[in-house]
Structure formats: C-alpha cells, structure tokens
C-alpha cells in the first residue's frame, strides 16, 4: 500500500504457529500497514481462492460499516475469545474450550472493548448480557468464523479428492473393458495435478456388497440393484442391447432389414444360427430369454457361460452370435474382431447401478462416476 492512501488494504499472508499452519488476513487502514491494522487467523492453509475471496469482501464491508478502525488496533484472537464466550454462554465453559485460565479469558473481553471502545456487556443481575453493540460485534463475527469453517470442509474435501484411492467393484456379469472404459472417460476429467488411483475389482453381486459393507470397495458396479439398509444407489444406466457377432459375419438384403425392423418372421430365419448365451442366474439371461419368448422362438444355444468375458471371446472366435449391451462391446468393435446389428435404442435395455456405502464417498467422486456412466446410457 502506498504512502499517503487512506483505502482499506487487505493482506493474505500465512503463518506458523504451535497448533498448525494458518491463514491469515489482515486488514489495514491508514498511511502504512504497519501502522495501523488488524489480523484474523484461522483455518489450516489450503488453496481456495474462492473462500479468500469472500472473507476478503466480508471483512471489506465489515470495516466500511463500522467505520471504527482508523487509529485503532483490532486483535482477532479478542475477536474470537468474544464469539466463543457468547456461543458458550459462561467464562467457565468458554475458558475451558479455549484452553486458557478464566481470568485471563476475562482480561482478554476487557482488552477487547477498551480497543473498541464500545461496551459489549450489561450486566443484568448475576449475568451479563450484550449491548446493541455486542449484539452487531456478535453478528459480524459469528459470520466471519463460519465462513472460516466452511473454508476448512472445503479444503478438506479438496484434499481427500486429490490424493483419493477409490476401489471400484465390477460384477462378472458386467464387461471389465467397459470398467476400463470408464475409469478413461473419468480420468479424462480429472485436474492435472491429480493423484487419483482406482482399482477395479471383479465378482459376484454378493461378493461385491459384501465387499461393500466390509469397505473392501468403495463402489460397486452390478446389474442388480440392492436394497439393503446402509447401501445407496445413486444412479441407474440404462445401456441398448444389440445382436453382436463376429467382423465376418454379414446381414445382407432383407435379414439387414428384418433385424433393423425386428420383423418376427425374418428374425426366425436368422436365429437358426447359434447363440451363445450368458449363464441362467444372469439378468442379462433372463431378459435375453423373454425377447425369445416374444418373438414365440427358442434359439440355437452352442455355448453357455457365466463370465462375461468368455461370451465376447466366443462370439469373438464366431462360436455363435449374442446378445449383448453395445458399450460391452465398444473396444472389439473399434478393434475390428466385432461387429453390431440393431436398432440404435437396441432390442431393448439392459440396467446397471453404481452402489456405496449410504453417505461414505465424497460427492465429487461419486458424481464423477455417474457423470461418466452417462455417456453410455440410452
């Protein structure tokens, strides 16, 4: 601040003290701010810029209002040993909170309204009540220091995101490439500075909420929701499921017709050939069952499998064809060993959930994964 300038001058700095790193303001009023001024420190020193701001305006227009810092030297800590004497409602209470003797907690409040020079307390009986001036003080500061604790979650949050390790369970029945997938369509959107580290894990619907509630995974992936008490479900993807088959198959004339218009007497004719299917306990079964069933049909099944895996590699290997949610397949289909037929809604949906623990994962990660999922919904 320059010699001679009488605006109110705002200072961010840091300090080390025995409890922790702080962050610190000042506020200064005057020819120099050596002069005459004030700090406040609170917090443990983070970047978030957005929270300085605001307790930079707020302490502007504090200063502006009360128009009483020219000449004179505020101590925050007063400050705060003011707003937590309040909040307490007793010397006792609040000396104990702050860790300091009741007398010199009480030489502290005195301290504080002689810097003022305003009285802060009345005293109505055995108790002591604030003055209209205590009360604006009370107001100003109770703000002040909750903007502080706001301050503190947020660079809490930012820093358990930063260096976050997040264990990601997939079921069997769900494609582990489009795990892959995924976790790529995240990292896509992560800062750069991001130490983020995720781990896919694979198995059964009951071994992953098992998991889950044994927090050996944060996250779980399946295409059965739960219900169960402590487990959230915090979205569903609804994903087309097409015909696949292997790159040297081709539907030509009016197959390619029947199939796009999912007419049942051409369909028919083409399901003579094999199908590989998934195992009997899949959803992914069931619902590939039912489709069958309406068309009045049974298909030509030449391979059964549990493992997701095993039926791309079959229909991969022109074992037979299947059905199967189109992003299971993206990786095989950009590679050339797969190729997709139907309608771009698919035959019909296929479901999977994103699953936690009930309020455990920190919003912004489970927002990313969902943000993520998105892309390869209907």
């Not at 020819?31 to 970047?47: C, D, E, N, R, Y």
């Not at 007063?78 to 409602?89: A, K, P, R, S, T």
């Not at 107001?139 to 002040?144: A, F, G, K």
């Not at 069933?293 to 991969?316: H, I, Q, R």
Request: proline letters at 4%; a positive charge.
């Amino acid at each position: 601040m320059k010699k001679g300038s009488s605006a109110t001058d705002l200072k961010v700095g840091c300090t080390e003290s025995r409890r922790q790193t702080s962050l610190e303001f000042g506020i200064f009023h005057g020819a120099l701010p050596g002069q005459h001024g004030a700090v406040i420190s609170f917090g443990p020193l983070g970047k978030c810029n957005e929270m300085r701001t605001t307790i930079k305006a707020f302490l502007l227009e504090a200063c502006m209002k009360s128009n009483r810092l020219s000449g004179t030297i505020m101590n925050f800590n007063h400050l705060y040993y003011f707003f937590i004497f309040v909040n307490e409602g007793s010397v006792i209470k609040a000396a104990r909170k702050l860790l300091i003797s009741q007398p010199a907690l009480s030489a502290q409040l005195r301290q504080f309204e002689r810097n003022l020079g305003e009285p802060l307390f009345i005293r109505a009986g055995r108790k002591l009540e604030l003055t209209h001036q205590g009360k604006l003080v009370f107001n100003y500061s109770r703000q002040m220091f909750s903007i502080a604790d706001e301050m503190n979650e947020a660079l809490k949050a930012a820093d358990k995101a930063h260096n976050l390790h997040i264990r990601i369970g997939v079921s069997s029945h769900i494609s582990s490439r489009f795990g892959v997938n995924l976790i790529n369509e995240i990292s896509k959107k992560q800062n750069p500075g991001s130490q983020s580290q995720v781990t896919l894990v694979s198995g059964t619907h009951e071994e992953l909420l098992d998991g889950l509630r044994g927090r050996v995974v944060d996250a779980v992936l399946s295409n059965q929701p739960s219900f169960s008490e402590g487990i959230e479900i915090h979205s569903e993807t609804r994903m087309p499921v097409c015909l696949t088959a292997s790159s040297k198959f081709e539907l030509r004339g009016n197959s390619r017709k029947n199939l796009l218009e999912r007419n049942p007497v051409g369909l028919l004719k083409l399901f003579q050939i094999g199908f590989v299917m998934p195992a009997q306990n899949s959803r992914l079964r069931t619902e590939t069952d039912q489709f069958f069933e309406e068309l009045k049909t049974s298909p030509k099944v030449v391979f059964e499998t549990g493992d997701v895996e095993a039926v791309l590699g079959a229909v991969s290997s022109e074992i037979g064809m299947s059905f199967l949610p189109s992003p299971f397949v993206d990786h095989e289909v950009k590679t050339g060993t797969m190729r997709v037929f139907g309608p771009k809604k698919g035959f019909w949906q296929h479901s999977i959930w994103l699953m936690s623990r009930r309020t455990d994962q920190p919003k912004t990660v489970i927002q990313s994964l969902v943000d993520g999922l998105a892309k390869f919904s209907v």
